[in-house]
């Protein structure tokens, strides 16, 4: 696949233009498209920013508590355009504090976003796709039908969900923040939808916003190549890539998009990648399946793999979900396995498995108005 065709897969699975009550999103403008906007109203560019603030520092959702502005100018920009929100489908919270939203966008599709919350900071696990164009084996999300692109405002009303349900938006101290990271590792591929993915991240970035920086940020990929080194360059984030197997082989039938872009391949684009260092090293993330990729040869090749490249492993236990293909490996497995990279100098925590209860934790994403559409067409 080339990067033309990339731009193909991207229009085939574009974004619908959604009105809410035909009005117009703001949420997901850059902020000289919103200046173009205000300008078409006939009012002043400035006005622009500080509508920018009040949606991204204040987490404001009606114009009428934007009280910077005069209620003629509030009123005018409240005939045209909103505040979007997604609707909440549900919430469920897991026995170990994470919580997860399903999310309703303005044409029924749902997505999920996750919270991981830890001591004093906290991942939000965002999705960049309605399901995945991809179709890993392993991965729920895989399995899921129907799909498309998200846009880039249905990205970012996830963080800003996310920061309504945890009321954060008054802490501007990002060191004091529950919300302190993000990690695009939620349903679908976020190279396959790379430009509103970058158009949302760098949304979430901005400094006079939710303020969210790039080493905050962590991109999953399962191995787009020919977009890497372009995130690397213009976004600059953590990158994570699915590395899950060591030969062509295995990786062909985990992660088929492997059979376009080989593990030569995937491993020359992370050593050419352009925020990687070693203080911003690029983690790999590999899935324990009992039997398929986690013997002692398996481990030896991979260290072998990923010589000179400034690396950290995630071991993520296999999860389950119903229906699934794989088991996971044994603890006594993984934790062998895991002795040896950190033996080669490798830090390779085993991700504990956040979420598992309410299907939150990785690879175990579906939106269950997909999953209730599928049973109802199997006559369950
Ligand atoms: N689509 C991106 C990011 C989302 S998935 C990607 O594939 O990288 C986040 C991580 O969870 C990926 O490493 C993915 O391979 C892994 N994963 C998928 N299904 C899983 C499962 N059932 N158990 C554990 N990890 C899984
Ligand atoms: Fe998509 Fe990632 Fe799941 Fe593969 S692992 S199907 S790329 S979400």
Known sequence: ??????????????????????????????????????????LEAFRAKQIWTAIYCHGIKDFDVMTTLAKPVREKIAEKFVIGRPSVSAAPVSVDG?????????????????????????????????????????????????????????????????????????????????????????????????????KAVKIIMDEGGIAIGKRRITLSTSGVVPMMARCGSELGVNLAVSLHAVTDEVRDVLIPLNKKYPIKELIQACR?????????????????????????????????????????????????????????????VIQKFGDFLNAKGYASPVRTPRGRDIMAACGQLKSASVRARAAAEAGE
Not at 287 to 299: F, I, T
Request: hydrophobic residues 40%; contains cysteine; charged residues 25%.
């Open 1 to 42: 696949m080339t990067t033309h065709n990339i731009h193909g897969h991207a229009a085939r699975f574009a974004p619908p233009e959604i009105l809410i009550d035909g009005k117009r999103n703001l949420v997901g403008l850059t902020l000289d498209e919103l200046k173009a906007e205000m300008l078409a109203l006939g």
């Open 98 to 198: 994470s919580r997860k939203w399903l999310l309703k966008m303005g044409d029924g599709h749902e997505v999920e976003a996750v919270y991981i919350p830890e001591e004093d900071r906290g991942a939000l696990c965002v999705s960049c796709q309605v399901g995945c164009t991809n179709s890993c084996s392993f991965c729920h999300t895989g399995t899921m039908r129907l799909v498309r692109n998200l846009d880039a405002s249905e990205i970012i009303m996830q963080v800003m969900q996310a920061r309504d349900a945890i009321g954060e938006w008054k802490v501007p101290d990002l060191e004091k923040r529950m919300l302190s990271n993000i990690v695009l590792m939620g349903m679908g591929e976020p190279l396959f939808n790379y430009d509103n993915v970058a």
């Open 272 to 332: 050419d990648y352009p925020a990687a260092t070693n203080a911003r090293r690029i983690t790999f993330e590999y899935v324990m399946l009992k039997g398929v990729n986690d013997s002692m040869a398996d481990v030896r090749a991979l260290v072998k793999l990923l010589e000179g490249i400034p690396a950290k492993i995630n071991l993520l236990p296999y999860n389950p979900w119903p229906g699934s293909p794989y088991e996971c490996s044994d603890d006594a």
